[in-house]
């Protein structure tokens, strides 16, 4: 499987909107899209600051994404 269809699997299963916030979380955190997905301490991280503070910084419910 190439990195492109991984990455679009990853679209699939945990939803666009979790793909973005994965983005701004690597950025403030200084990590990478892999560290997060594939490191169940950075993931467990991501998903606490998912459902607080991205979803109040940017408007959104704050029970997250029902997804996943």
Same mark, same amino acid.
């Given at each position: ?14 939803? @666009? ?6 983005? #701004?979380? %690597?950025? *403030? @955190? ?6 997060? #997905?594939? %490191?169940? *301490? ?27």
């Amino acid at each position: 499987m190439s990195i492109l269809q991984e990455y679009e699997n990853h679209v699939k299963y945990i939803g @666009r909107d979790r793909i973005n916030a994965i983005d #701004v979380f %690597s950025e *403030e @955190r200084g990590l990478f899209y892999s560290d997060i #997905v594939y %490191s169940k *301490e950075y993931w467990d991280e991501f998903d606490k600051w998912y459902k607080t503070i991205y979803n109040n910084r940017y408007g959104k419910s704050t029970r997250g994404d029902k997804k996943v």
